[in-house]
């Protein structure tokens, strides 16, 4: 069972008794808007298939809830080598996603073979671009993407971060 810290947040599984916090912060078309697998309207139903779609995750891959004060506020994941994440929309602007995602590709470089990791935001999603920037991704190209929640075929932007980048990046910032 993986759990990461940080400074300010606890990264841990998602949990049963996440279901009532995940359709609160969920059931909000300015977060699901962004997503491709979210969607809009969120109800215990679809709380229910995301914990059960959890535990079905190959090894590599990881999907933990972002906690501030014992308190759900989003989720963040490396699935099939790709980085994901949302957070809850009264914890926007704080700087969590950057903190949680930085903590997850620490994990998913050195508990893995991982040599990159990929990323893509859904283009217009200015706070995206800039979390995955600042973490070292560098776009790659464009595509599109099905979002349950617009109910359609969406633009969006990849982006990669290779392990050496990744190594680079964090030897510049922690010394």
């Known amino acids: 069972m993986t759990v990461l810290e940080t400074t300010r947040l606890i990264l841990r599984p998602p949990a049963e008794g996440d279901r009532q ?82 903590a997850v590709l620490d994990h998913g470089f050195s508990a893995s073979r991982r040599n990159k990791i990929t990323a893509s935001y859904f283009q217009g999603n200015a706070a995206s671009q800039r979390v995955l920037e600042k973490l070292g991704f560098e776009t790659v190209g464009t595509g599109t993407a099905c979002s349950r929640a617009q109910k359609g075929v969406v633009a969006l932007i990849n982006l990669l971060l290779t392990r050496e980048r990744w190594q680079q990046a964090n030897f510049v910032t922690r010394h």
């Open 21 to 102: 916090a995940l359709v609160a912060a969920l059931d909000n078309y300015r977060i699901s808007r962004w997503t491709c697998r979210i969607p809009h309207p969120y109800g215990p139903a679809d709380a229910e298939a995301f914990l059960t779609y959890c535990l079905s995750l190959p090894k590599d891959d990881v999907v933990l809830t972002i906690t501030r004060d014992a308190h759900l506020i989003g989720v963040i994941g490396i699935e099939h080598d790709e980085l994901g994440y949302w957070l809850a929309e009264p914890h926007w602007g704080k700087g969590y996603a950057t903190e949680a995602a930085r």
